[in-house]
T-cell receptor
Framework: EAGVAQSPRYKIIEKRQSVAFWCNPI?????LYWYQQILGQGPKLLIQ????????DSQLPKDRFSAERLKGVDSTLKIQPAKLEDSAVYLC??????????????FGPGTRLLVL | AQSVTQLGSHVSVSEGALVLLRCNYS??????LFWYVQYPNQGLQLLLK??????LVKGINGFEAEFKKSETSFHLTKPSAHMSDAAEYFC????????????FGKGTTLSVSS
């Protein structure tokens, strides 16, 4: 079974530029998550989708971050304009989407972003 | 709000020694609890999870964790460390009432020396 795919793996940009990350979840997984992992900290949820609808985006900085999940499969996370503090690893995860809080989330390898 | 505290940002053990990584949660209602491992430049991999079926949970690679409600703890242990266990370990909780997103601790880096 293929895992969660993410691209690119690394990205270096200058502040005020824009950047986009792509995620392809495990086939059949209805729920998709984007987490931000700043160096030295645990991952923090940015946004959660159930199929192509947003379940939770309360911690997404909506003035600069946006995300979409068209057709309920792939997802794109965009930052525009980027700030220095956005330097982090962006992790995508997916789960079956049964709505049970104990279900396992499967993580992709992440995209490491450096903003200069 | 839920929170997770991992005591010790860095733990060092010798190969063959006991591994103990500490995790405490704050919640009036016992949450679901997870331990994930992250190897360099890789995503997080589930080690084990507590879903209230049994307080002692066995996971992959010889790890296990015990849920103790009275201590609000879910410490991770392994009887004998191996060099390949060197990684970063994250404890996480999922609120039974608030949904499925995970709240992570800050992580503990495990170093294993020969």
């Amino acid at each position: 079974e293929a895992g969660v795919a993410q691209s690119p793996r690394y990205k270096i940009i200058e502040k005020r530029q824009s950047v986009a990350f792509w995620c392809n979840p495990i086939s059949g997984h209805a729920t998709l998550y984007w987490y931000q992992q700043i160096l030295g900290q645990g991952p923090k949820l940015l946004i959660q989708f159930q199929n192509n609808g947003v379940v939770d985006d309360s911690q997404l900085p909506k003035d600069r971050f946006s995300a979409e999940r068209l057709k309920g499969v792939d997802s794109t996370l965009k930052i525009q304009p980027a700030k220095l503090e956005d330097s982090a690893v962006y992790l995508c995860a997916s789960s079956l989407g049964t709505g049970r809080s104990w279900e396992t989330q499967y993580f992709g390898p992440g995209t490491r972003l450096l903003v200069l | 709000a839920q929170s997770v505290t991992q005591l010790g940002s860095h733990v060092s053990v010798s190969e063959g020694a006991l591994v103990l990584l500490r995790c405490n949660y704050s919640s009036s209602v016992p949450p679901y609890l997870f331990w994930y491992v992250q190897y360099p430049n890789q995503g997080l991999q589930l080690l084990l999870k507590y879903t209230s079926a049994a307080t002692l949970v066995k996971g992959i690679n010889g790890f296990e964790a015990e849920f103790k409600k009275s201590e609000t703890s879910f410490h991770l242990t392994k009887p004998s460390a191996h060099m390949s266990d060197a990684a970063e370990y994250f404890c996480a909780v999922s609120d039974r009432q608030a949904g499925t997103a995970l709240i992570f601790g800050k992580g503990t880096t495990l170093s294993v020396s020969s």
